[in-house]
């Protein structure tokens, strides 16, 4: 299973940008798909999650400017980003866990993937 991520860049302060991470791969069901950044010389911090009846978490200092939506039938998790700040600013991963197989399966696993990640730079 892999995740590729897509959708960073470079924009201005107060602007938008959206996000998108698709699930390569054998995986029955996806539990939770989320995005977390990661900036220089900070630790990995949670942006958003979304389960999949839709329940959605935001960590604090995006709240109320960020947006996370997903396709399950595309396996696919969105993060649209408004009234960006430069703080805003990291290397942004996408996150998915879920089941391989059904449970009893030989090939059964709990699988937690990362994406390899893109770069928002937000320019004050």
């Given at each position: 299973?892999?995740?590729?991520?897509?959708?960073?860049?470079?924009?201005?302060?107060?602007?938008?940008?959206?996000?998108?991470?698709?699930?390569?791969?054998?995986?029955?069901?996806?539990?939770?798909?989320g995005?977390?950044?990661q900036?220089?010389?900070?630790?990995?911090?949670?942006?958003?999650t979304?389960?999949?009846?839709g329940?959605?978490?935001?960590?604090?200092?995006?709240?109320?400017?960020?947006?996370?939506?997903?396709?399950?039938?595309?396996?696919t998790?969105?993060l649209?980003?408004?009234?960006?700040?430069?703080?805003?600013?990291?290397?942004?991963?996408?996150?998915?866990?879920?089941?391989?197989?059904?449970?009893?399966?030989?090939?059964?696993?709990?699988?937690?993937?990362?994406?390899?990640?893109?770069?928002?730079?937000?320019?004050?």
């Amino acid at each position: 299973v892999q995740l590729q991520a897509s959708g960073g860049g470079l924009v201005q302060a107060g602007g938008s940008l959206r996000l998108s991470c698709v699930v390569y791969g054998r995986i029955l069901r996806i539990n939770v798909m989320g995005w977390y950044r990661q900036a220089p010389g900070k630790e990995r911090e949670l942006v958003a999650t979304i389960t999949s009846d839709g329940t959605t978490n935001y960590g604090d200092s995006v709240k109320g400017r960020f947006a996370i939506s997903r396709d399950s039938a595309k396996k696919t998790v969105y993060l649209q980003m408004s009234s960006l700040k430069a703080d805003d600013t990291a290397v942004y991963y996408c996150n998915a866990e879920g089941p391989s197989a059904p449970l009893g399966d030989p090939d059964y696993r709990y699988l937690e993937v990362w994406g390899q990640g893109t770069l928002v730079t937000v320019s004050s």
